[in-house]
């Protein structure tokens, strides 16, 4: 929901206005919205953006870094990360680790408390 808040000749004016106005499609850079308000035509640009979302729990180059902060460090090539698979934004991680033999019993070393 956008809510806009417009003075006149000393009368302020505000207005909500839902999603379903808002421009349809992410790519489209600037977009012009126009609504009534006590017969006045108002105008509205809404500026829209790319946002790439990365995933907030990772495994690189041996480290493993949550929300930006290294938490593990020394992680070893064998040691898998499964971002969760549900809708919206990635919250959450299983750490697993591969072995050569299904049934294995191991216990595997997954790196180094920072």
Known sequence: ???????????????????SWLPPHPNHSNSRITFTTHHHHKSLVVKCSNMTVTPRISVNDGNLVVHGKTILTGVPDNIVLTPETGKGI???AFIGATASNTKSLRVFPIGALQ
């Open 1 to 19: 929901m956008l809510r806009t808040t417009t003075s006149l000749a000393s009368e302020q004016y505000s207005t909500r206005i839902p999603p």
């Open 90 to 92: 990635v919250t959450g």
